[in-house]
């Protein structure tokens, strides 16, 4: 759990179908004090970003249901005020067609699982503009 | 937490990591998460259905479980739930009905449309007479347009209940007492009779939300409540129940789901629509690529 | 008539260029084995998500042998939402797809052993496990790995924890795994009752 008695460093939101991954990310991102809420998939995810202010959205690509590029495409056609929520997408393909496929569909960033959890602090500090 | 008990035939000890596993599934199968302060709930609850189920171990429950052997899924998630039904039950979503949802429906509407809403499955018919009462109480339009509200359920014992319109206090408890004086009278044994204009309004019948035959027969409906039924089919029939509420709803219709539920966990057909008082979700207008 | 009669309209109607019409289609095929070959055809060449969706759909409710062997390629998809939809349909079909199981965890594709994995979570737990155990042995991809042991975590009898432990070794410097690995195999010691 977070350290309640400073404030986070921002609101993120883990989106995989894994329970283990995100298990992974909550740990490693709470150890660096953000606040960090889960969803299984796009349509889960729809949910909460509609529903509660976040920062930052990370999400894994195959999910049932609605996978991430759908999820992406949902995000950036909506209100303005969830279509500006920076993504960081994490998927497990490393092709260079891969990675432009996800900045068409609007990720900012795109890592490769199996990602290092320093290496995923550091992108989300990038991304959230927090300090290390 | 140690909740062995010593000298009971059951000798439930859960570990925590049992509980954990036991989380995760209900959460990846229904939606629903539990916070750590809740662990003791979900100990006993467990504790009741391995019970009931026969069950001399955790394992055996949770294989059992898994596989919603004698719809365990739906036992489960009923103990885990309040799950009565009475007037104005989760308003939030008529409140969101009269602020949000019906003024884009009736968008397109001209006056002295008509304005279909459906509710199913609606048991002894509490959530159509609600949605009734709700409008003629708080939509400044309701006579501005015909308003046809049909109650639909498998259980044809409940829809006789509905009909009748009797109702005990339980039933009455959200209702201010100036509603239930307007719409009821007091009838022999301490119960209430719904007002026969009500009564009469609302078009009763049987449907199965999984029959196609059925399910053909309803169509063009703006918004559906369709509330804490779907997430105890199994795959298959949640998709099939989605696809045939998908052909009920007008292009645009809204539907509402049970405040346990989401369509995450159902089916992609539907976007998801946030407004002040609750998500609901939508059959797209147009369908895109 | 004989049911490849009544059905003949709606397979012709698979191919129609309006959308609502091959929605209405699909949905009226579904549990009829002959329409099979047609909603092959159609499905890959659906542009709608949603017709596409009652393709599934019209297959899972024959759910025969016929109706996975159509749905499988799928799961080579470079179509995200095709693979998702694919293995959402199979698991909607847990006996039928086990025969497949071995074959599809030794497919030459890692992408497809990867999707595999998560059919064995609607598998009895010491099948289950026996399959992921074997798969996690000779796999080399960490990603594969990872999946097979999330479906462990919640499947997995302790006849895994040997294997887990060989793998935690041979992935111990690759990210993920070491943790993965020690979630799953306390998951499953802690499962004693």
């Not at chain 3, 694919?86 to 698991?91: C, F, T």
């Not at chain 3, 030459?108 to 099948?127: H, I, K, Y």
Request: include cysteine; glycine fraction near 6%.
């Amino acid at each position: 759990m977070a350290d309640t008695a400073t404030p986070a460093k921002a609101r993120v939101l883990v989106v995989d179908d894994s329970s283990l991954v995100r298990l992974y990310y909550r740990t490693a991102l709470e150890r660096a004090g953000f606040e960090v809420k889960q969803a299984i998939n796009g349509i889960e995810a729809m949910e909460k970003v509609l529903s509660e202010p976040y920062d930052l959205v990370i999400v894994d690509v195959n999910m049932p249901r609605m996978d991430g590029f759908t999820f992406l495409r949902s995000l950036r056609s909506g209100a303005a005020d969830v279509a500006t929520l920076p993504a960081l997408m994490i998927s497990t393909e490393s092709g260079v067609q891969d990675i432009g496929e996800a900045r068409m569909f609007g990720a900012n960033f795109y890592l490769v699982k199996p990602v290092a959890e320093a290496e995923l602090v550091r992108h989300v500090c990038v991304l959230t503009g927090a300090t290390l | 937490m140690d909740d062995s008990k010593g000298g009971s035939s059951h000798a439930t000890h859960i570990s925590p990591e049992q509980v954990q596993r036991f989380c995760e599934f209900v959460y990846r199968r229904t939606g629903m998460s539990f916070t750590e302060s809740k662990r003791y709930f979900i100990d006993r609850r467990l504790e009741d259905r391995m019970a009931a189920t026969g069950s001399s171990s955790f394992q055996e429950y949770f294989s059992l479980l898994r596989t919603d052997a004698d719809h365990e899924i739906e036992h489960l998630i009923n103990s885990f739930t309040v799950n009565e039904t009475y007037f104005y039950r989760e308003d939030h979503q008529f409140r969101c009905m009269t602020a949000s949802l019906l003024d884009a429906i009736v968008h397109q509407k001209e006056p002295g449309g008509t304005v279909r809403i459906w509710s199913i499955p609606c048991s002894t018919g509490e959530e159509p007479y609600s949605i009734a009462l709700w409008l003629m109480e708080n939509w400044s339009q309701v006579d501005n347009y015909n308003i046809e509200i049909v109650g639909s359920d498998i259980d044809t014992r409940a829809l006789n209940a509905a009909s009748e319109g009797v109702y005990g206090d339980r039933a009455l408890m959200r209702l201010s007492r100036d509603v239930v004086s307007r719409y009821f009278r007091p009838i022999a044994g301490g119960y209430y009779q719904i007002d026969e204009g009500l009564r009469n309004s609302i078009e009763f019948t049987r449907a199965n939300l999984i029959d196609p035959q059925d399910m053909k027969q309803y169509r063009d409906f703006d918004l559906i409540f369709c509330r804490n039924v779907l997430i105890y089919f199994d795959d298959a029939s949640r998709r099939l129940a989605a696809e045939n509420l998908y052909d009920c709803l007008q292009p645009g219709g809204y539907i509402c789901l049970g405040h346990s539920e989401s369509m995450s966990r159902i089916s992609p057909l539907f976007r998801v629509s946030r407004f002040p008082d609750a998500i609901v979700y939508q059959r797209p207008e147009a369908d895109h690529g | 008539m004989t049911s490849r009669e009544t059905s003949a309209p709606y397979r012709a109607a698979l191919d129609s260029p309006d959308a609502e019409s091959r929605w209405t289609a699909a949905r009226a095929l579904a549990g009829q084995a002959d329409a099979v070959p047609a909603l092959a055809a159609a499905l890959g060449r659906e542009p709608t998500p949603r017709v596409r969706e009652a393709m599934m759909t019209a297959l899972i409710r024959i759910g025969n042998a016929a109706s996975i062997e159509v749905i499988l390629p799928y799961l080579r998809s470079q179509d995200a939402g095709l693979r998702a939809a694919a293995i959402e349909a199979l698991q909607a079909l847990p006996e039928a797809i086990a025969p497949f199981m071995e074959p599809l965890l030794s497919d030459d594709d890692s992408d497809v052993r990867l999707l595999a994995t998560e059919l064995a979570r609607n598998m009895e737990a010491s099948e289950a496990t026996r399959l992921l155990c074997e798969l996690i042995e000779r796999e080399h991809h960490p990603n594969v790995c990872a999946a097979a042991i999330d479906v462990l975590t919640e499947v997995g009898t302790p006849e895994a924890l040997p294997t887990l432990e060989k793998c935690a070794v041979r992935f111990a410097a690759t990210p993920f795994l070491p943790f993965a690995i020690s979630v799953a195999m306390s998951r499953i010691s802690g499962a004693e009752s």
